[in-house]
C-alpha cells in the first residue's frame, strides 16, 4: 500500500496554467505505475493521464491531450501534472492514483487514491 497526498489546486482562469504534485510514502514509489483522474460535479470519475514506473511512457485522454504533461522524479517519490491551456471544462476535483500493474484508464484498476485536489477554472 502507499500513501498519496495531492497539492497544487486552485482557482485559475482559462488560458492559465497549474502544476499539481502527488506525493508518494510507503511502499517503494518506483514499482507504480501513477495515473491522474479528476471527478466534476454530478460526473464520473475519468481519467486523464498515465505515466509508467520509469516514466519512459506516457498516456493521455483526448481532452488533454497537448495541453496536460505527466511527469514523475522516483528520487523525489513524486509524480505531477503541469496543466496549460485550462478550460472551464478541466474544473474537477483532481485524484493521483496508484496501480502495481500496467497503466490503465479504468479507475478499478488502481488500488490506492489520494485525497484529491480541486481545480477551478474561471471563465
Known amino acids: 500500500q502507499v500513501l498519496l497526498v495531492e497539492s497544487g489546486g486552485g482557482l485559475v482562469q482559462a488560458g492559465g496554467s497549474l502544476r499539481l504534485s502527488c506525493a508518494a510514502s510507503?511502499?517503494?514509489?518506483?514499482?507504480?505505475?501513477m495515473g491522474w483522474f479528476r471527478q466534476a460535479p454530478g460526473k464520473e470519475r475519468e481519467f486523464v493521464a498515465a505515466?509508467?514506473?520509469?516514466?519512459?511512457?506516457?498516456y493521455y485522454s483526448d481532452s488533454v491531450k497537448g495541453r496536460f504533461t505527466v511527469s514523475r522524479d522516483n528520487a523525489k517519490n513524486t509524480v505531477y501534472l503541469q496543466m496549460n491551456g485550462l478550460k472551464p471544462e478541466d474544473t474537477a476535483v483532481y485524484y493521483c492514483?496508484?496501480?502495481?500493474?500496467?497503466?490503465?484508464?479504468?479507475?478499478?484498476?488502481?488500488?490506492?487514491w489520494g485525497q484529491g485536489t480541486q481545480v477551478t477554472v474561471s471563465s
Open positions: 510507503g511502499r517503494t514509489f518506483s514499482i507504480y505505475t
Open positions: 505515466i509508467s514506473q520509469s516514466g519512459a511512457i506516457t
Open positions: 492514483a496508484a496501480t502495481s500493474g500496467s497503466a490503465s484508464l479504468r479507475p478499478n484498476s488502481y488500488a490506492d
